[in-house]
């Protein structure tokens, strides 16, 4: 028992410097960047980034290359701006089409914000509350006193109804894939039944068609040996009237007419 009490409270201290530990892993000027990155990004980098990602500015700042929005921002007169060209204009779009699904975002509707050290950035998360739905603003800065943009995004929060929606579209989604692949497996499947006969109905074919060229070159070869019959007919037709009027002494063959031709028996 006594050995049971000493290592819970073994184990009591561990956690308890481990806790300390972490406490004091964030120094005095890791927490005032913390502190001045969540209230630069409540008060002037969010309401930026909703303003500036109206349609038409949008277009506007889309016209400047990166590094002359650079300049613009931290050559202003106000509150110089630090940020990374190509990270704002891709926060701008972010923002852009996130509004689209929250609705519209007011002053008011910035909520609390959290800040974390990441190396060499600070990850600040910002609550927002938009008409429709609510969403998380995102903001990555440098951990310097610049606070340079490094990226931005505004991400709406799923409720549970929408999760709800999703899954059971990918669902049903999944299944109709699932049994649409396999009706056509079965199709598939069915449809071997229907190869012989449609070979069998190809070799038919095949064979009518032997038929019938076979038929047709016999035609041909009939049709060949009773012409060249009647020709020889012919040329001893004309061999036997040039025969008679030789022996009756005409000079042509002109009125002779050949009724039959019989072979002489001897």
Do not use: H
Not at 25 to 34: E, G, Y
Request: charged residues 25%; contains cysteine.
């Amino acid at each position: 028992m006594k050995k049971l009490l000493a290592l819970i409270c073994m184990i009591t201290c561990i956690l308890g410097l481990t806790g300390c530990g972490s406490e004091a892993d964030v120094s005095a000027r890791d927490q005032m960047l913390m502190d001045d990155a969540m209230a630069f990004s409540k008060s002037y980098l969010i309401p930026m980034c909703v303003a500036n990602s109206q349609d038409a500015l949008l277009e506007q700042v889309e016209a400047f290359t990166y590094e002359e929005i650079e300049f613009f921002y931290e050559s202003s007169d106000e509150l110089p701006v630090y940020l990374d060209g190509y990270a704002f204009v891709s926060a701008l779009n972010s923002f852009n089409s996130a509004i689209d699904v929250i609705g519209a975002v007011t002053t008011e509707s910035i909520g609390d914000a959290t800040a974390t050290i990441d190396g060499d950035q600070i990850i600040v998360q910002v609550q927002i509350k938009g008409e429709k739905k609510d969403a998380i603003a995102e903001l990555i800065l440098s951990k310097d006193s610049f606070l340079k943009l490094e990226s931005a995004a505004l991400n709406p929060v799923e409720s549970m109804g929408d999760l709800m929606k999703k899954a059971a579209l990918n669902t049903l989604i999944g299944m109709g894939t699932v049994f649409g692949v396999l009706i056509l497996i079965i199709f598939v499947i069915s449809a071997f039944g229907l190869i012989p006969k449609v070979q069998k109905w190809f070799d038919e074919r095949k064979e009518k068609k032997v038929e019938t060229t076979g038929i047709d070159n016999a035609v041909a070869q009939i049709e060949q040996q009773e012409s060249e019959e009647l020709a020889d007919d012919l040329e001893l037709v004309a061999v036997i009237a040039a025969a008679v009027a030789a022996y009756e002494g005409s000079a042509s063959t002109d009125g002779f007419v050949v009724r039959s031709i019989r072979k002489a028996r001897r």
